[in-house]
């Protein structure tokens, strides 16, 4: 072992410690995570701290916006277009340390990265986003190693659902939605729609049975907005199984294997000529084996103010979190602007002011030009944006999805400039000016 040596500050840009060393750093704030919540508060907290001492601890080499991987499953948008080099997102001055996170220790406010670098803190922000667990369904992940079989998930998967979808002769396509939390909750019906319309488009509906097969109990958990897909579901002649779990796929004989989670046991196979998948999720395995988790492993947060229940120094944004809101690149736009707001009067020996109602929005894609765009908060209430029935079929909000939304995660919120309650209410007065 080579001698341990401290480091902090600028001497450190884009440190990659190797295993060799046993390298000791500090920062007044460190962001765990590069993704959507550790890049837009590495951007706040630049301009509260100074870039020197703020760092970021990211391994990936590439940041996705995966919103759009709807689309991309589709063939509306390209898996490029989703993706832009890390250090290009990353603001410029702060600290990237390209490893990953191994342990948390916020008694010592320490970090560990997967590299034996010890990195101490005085302020933690944890954004380290949700596991996906394509291997708690048997035959995955190997199975996508054959045809007909996708996820919108995963940059790797994507692009084999636009692949199924336009390999599609004859038969079942099927759509899945776990039993776990997961990320973005409307996409795994999203791709249902999209799909149904391209059928149509290329005279392939008639000999196709689309087909939802979803461990919950309802359609969606807005009532408001899952009257509506209900209608469209039975319009367009498809076919919604609640309860089933998808618990394996034989890819090799095109079958898909659900349980009936109201009778545990009892099994279905389905054949398929198209299968998407949606994985099981569970939270962030790091935060899980440290005290800042809860009893079911996701970090313990204030749900008003986004600070740790028993850590003060120590605060969370986006999906790696406990907060009982919907996990949406949305709700990290929102709860940006709150944690800004907590961090900046606690830095001030103040009691934060600004509380997180639980905003959050999907945009349900309901087919290649027209989106119901659902915005809620913690209770389940609808907390809309425009002065029009949401729960409609609009092609207006097909174009805020596609077309601006990318733009503004791109050049604002990802800079720190936009968020705060209904992101898109903020547009709406954007727009009025």
């Avoid at 959507?36 to 301009?47: Q, V």
């Avoid at 740790?308 to 602007?337: E, M, W």
Wanted: net charge positive; aromatic share 8%.
């Amino acid at each position: 072992m080579g001698q341990c040596h401290q480091t902090s500050g600028s001497a450190v840009s884009h440190l990659h410690t190797s295993s060799h060393v046993c390298a000791k750093q500090h920062y007044k704030m460190l962001v765990l995570g590069g993704g959507s919540g550790g890049i837009t508060m590495s951007a706040r907290m630049k301009r509260i701290f100074g870039a020197e001492n703020v760092a970021v601890v990211e391994p990936s080499e590439m940041h996705y916006y995966q919103p759009i991987w709807t689309l991309v499953g589709a063939g509306a948008k390209t898996a490029a277009s989703s993706g832009r080099p890390t250090a290009s997102v990353m603001p410029s001055g702060v600290q990237w340390v390209k490893s990953k996170v191994q342990e948390i220790n916020p008694d010592t406010n320490t970090v560990r990265t997967d590299d034996g670098t010890e990195i101490s803190y005085e302020y933690l922000i944890v954004a380290l986003g949700i596991q996906l667990h394509y291997e708690k369904i048997k035959g995955l992940p190997e199975g996508f190693g054959h045809p007909k079989i996708g996820s919108n998930y995963s940059i790797q998967t994507v692009e084999k659902t636009w692949k199924a979808l336009q390999d599609f002769k004859e038969g079942n396509a099927i759509f899945t939605f776990p039993n776990t939390p997961v990320k973005c909750a409307g996409a795994p019906q999203k791709i249902m729609y999209l799909s149904d319309a391209f059928l149509r488009k290329t005279g392939k509906r008639a000999k196709a049975n689309v087909i939802y097969n979803t461990s919950l109990p309802v359609l969606f958990g807005i009532k408001k907005y899952a009257d509506s897909l209900w209608e469209i579901v039975k319009h367009r002649d498809l076919q919604v199984n609640l309860r089933q779990n998808l618990i394996e796929v034989r890819a090799d004989k095109q079958e898909a294997v659900f349980e009936n989670l109201d009778n545990p046991g009892e099994t279905k196979v389905f054949e398929y000529e198209m299968l998407h998948v949606t994985p099981p999720m569970g939270p962030n395995l790091v935060i899980k084996a440290s005290p800042l988790a809860d009893e079911a492993g996701w970090l313990d947060l204030k749900k008003e103010t986004l600070q740790h229940t028993k850590y003060p120094n120590v605060f969370g944004i986006g999906d790696c979190t406990n907060l009982p809101t919907a996990r949406t690149a949305a709700a990290v736009a929102a709860q940006s602007a709150v944690l800004n707001r907590t961090i900046s009067k606690i830095l001030k020996k103040e009691k934060p002011d600004k509380t997180y109602d639980g905003y959050t929005s999907c945009p349900l894609v309901t087919s290649y030009n027209t989106v119901i765009l659902a915005e809620f908060d913690y209770n389940g209430q609808p907390l809309e944006t425009f002065p029009i029935n949401q729960a409609k079929e609009r092609r207006l909000m097909y174009h805020l999805k596609a077309d601006v939304m990318p733009h503004l995660y791109w050049h604002g919120l990802l800079r720190g400039l936009w968020g705060g309650p209904g992101p898109y209410r903020k547009l709406l007065h954007l727009g009025m000016k």
